[in-house]
């Protein structure tokens, strides 16, 4: 189109190719100060007078207004939702779009640079800010090259003038476009070139990232799903079907914890991870980096998310996407410290069954099954501190016999853990019960089984600590005419009882004093009357 620098205005108005692609009269002070800059294309008729004019660099009217491509194609995308880019805008950005510096944009804005960067670096470049790293189109170029396996076309490989900056951009968005199929609307080469319009060029990158990442995952042989399922949808059943019976809710807060990241990477090498389940959720950070480093050493997953995003609450799905998306393809590389690594098993007398009390039992703590050797800790919490004495098996220092002997009754809790690492969510228990009842244990003395005065209190005590038995104490105030007119029991702890009577009589009196139905030694106990202040 020879004459488009000198043409005014209202010519333009009435140019419908170019009203059809936008030129912008209010924004074309900079590039019309390029005077050699021109409408490079012509304008053949159809569909394909649209494609031309889609591939247009720059076009100077009245120097005072710039050209502004868009495309509006449509496609059915291999990613099975490929929104245009300018649809996308508020669901990339979200209700948050107003606030530039929200927490889980930012995070975004990290992981596609760092995901972008992960290309780039194959021809030695790299990005440090994504609002500007394309604007000379080389970078992009190289980026998409990267992506699609070849050269996209020939293109000005050292653009110092807005125009040629433009011109290697608008031919990257035509290639997406029409030789690629992606649906780009509402972004052209001066939204990158010289806007730097960040939202739609995160916009653009994640229509990268779902077409030649997410939309192309390779499955394991036997997963199924139905056809038309969304890329996303895929890659959460995938996740689902390698964590099972793990609860994978969401592809954002259900990670932050860094447990299923641990079990996905323990379960795509077996033994790279093994304690993830057990991780204690408050060490988050350390669960999330260890993942994280053993995913990209020996799975070859690399950290275009860091440790810190992973566990922030504010994450956004479209970063966990495109970090979760690298597993289905991930292999496992050779030298990697896997195996069949089993778990520290627990077993013994003393936890099959009630351990008596005063009795010693044993349990085992085994970790010979586990592939790195550590330190085996464990700790007791009950009624009171059991004697425990521990020795390692002759030639495995890792199965270890434990002696347990508890000095009161009741439940106790077993802590082991693993290299510092519990070895299950629940604490094992240990139940002490008291021995059987041996009346012939239980120890008498006390006043109150040698005199007694009439109508006052008399008292004695009953010691039944070492006698067994569950506190069936019995006590009886045998008189000749009438039993005593009180008899009070009141236990002490410890199985050591008090006991109190009164009786009215002034003769002597039997006191029997039974356990769990046998009399102990000395019972009945033969009482002889005194006056008050004559008691023996």
């Not at 125009?163 to 290697?168: D, I, K, M, S, V």
């Not at 964590?243 to 259900?254: D, I, Q, Y």
């Not at 980096?289 to 860091?306: F, N, Y």
């Not at 690492?421 to 244990?441: F, G, N, W």
Request: aromatic share 8%; hydrophobic share 35%; proline share 6%.
């Amino acid at each position: 189109m020879p004459g488009a620098r000198n043409a005014h205005p209202s010519q333009l108005k009435r140019n419908h190719s170019f009203a059809t692609f936008g030129v912008n009269v209010q924004k074309l002070a900079a590039v019309a100060s390029e005077r050699d800059t021109r409408a490079n294309f012509s304008v053949p008729k159809g569909r394909n007078r649209r494609a031309s004019a889609a591939a247009a660099t720059a076009m100077a009217t009245d120097g005072s207004a710039r050209a502004r491509l868009q495309r509006s194609s449509s496609f059915s995308g291999r990613d099975g939702g490929n929104e245009p880019v300018h649809d996308q805008e508020e669901d990339i950005l979200g209700d948050q779009a107003k606030d530039p510096d929200a927490e889980w944009k930012q995070i975004q804005v990290k992981t596609f640079t760092r995901w972008c960067n992960q290309h780039l670096k194959k021809n030695g470049y790299a990005i440090d800010d994504l609002a500007t790293g394309f604007d000379d189109g080389l970078k992009l170029i190289c980026l998409v090259e990267s992506l699609v396996g070849r050269p996209i076309g020939k293109y000005n490989k050292t653009p110092t003038r807005v125009a040629q900056r433009l011109e290697n951009v608008g031919m990257v968005l035509k290639f997406l476009e029409f030789d690629e199929g992606l649906r780009l609307v509402n972004i052209g080469n001066t939204d990158i070139v010289m806007d730097h319009n960040l939202k739609l060029i995160l916009g653009l990158i994640w229509h990268l990232i779902l077409h030649y990442q997410v939309s192309l995952l390779t499955l394991d042989d036997g997963f199924h799903y139905k056809p038309g399922t969304a890329a996303k949808d895929m890659l959460l059943m995938w996740l689902r079907s390698k964590l099972a019976p793990r609860e994978v809710r969401n592809l954002t807060s259900a990670w932050n914890d860094g447990k299923l990241l641990g079990a996905l990477v323990n379960v795509l090498g077996p033994g790279l991870f093994p304690d993830a389940d057990r991780m204690n959720p408050a060490n988050k950070l350390e669960t999330a980096t260890k993942a994280m480093q053993l995913a990209e050493d020996w799975l070859g997953v690399p950290q275009v998310l860091q440790p810190s995003d992973l566990i922030n609450p504010k994450v956004d799905e479209k970063s966990m996407i495109t970090y979760l998306s690298y597993f289905p393809r991930a292999q496992l590389k050779d030298g990697a410290p896997v195996g069949m690594d089993g778990d520290v098993e627990v077993y013994g007398p003393a936890l099959e069954g009630d351990v008596r009390q005063h009795a010693p039992s044993t349990f085992t703590i085994d970790a010979s099954k586990k592939l790195k050797k550590d330190e085996i800790t464990w700790q007791f919490y009950g009624p009171s501190k059991p004697k425990v004495t521990s020795k390692q098996r002759p030639g495995d220092d890792q199965i270890v016999d434990v002696t347990f002997q508890a000095a009161a009754p009741g439940t106790y809790t077993l802590d082991v853990k693993y290299g510092g690492v519990p070895i299950a969510d629940e604490l094992q228990t240990i139940t002490v019960v008291r021995p059987p009842p041996k009346a012939s244990k239980v120890r008498c003395n006390g006043p109150g089984l040698q005199s007694y005065a009439s109508g006052e209190d008399s008292c004695f005590q009953v010691d039944a600590g070492d006698a067994g038995g569950t506190g069936l104490l019995q006590i009886g105030v045998e008189g000749t005419a009438c039993p005593a007119a009180t008899v009070l029991v009141e236990h002490l702890g410890d199985y050591i009882f008090d006991v109190r009577y009164v009786c009215q009589e002034e003769c002597s009196i039997l006191v029997h004093v039974q356990w769990h139905g046998q009399h102990v030694p000395g019972s009945p106990f033969r009482v002889v009357s005194v006056k008050v202040g004559d008691e023996l």
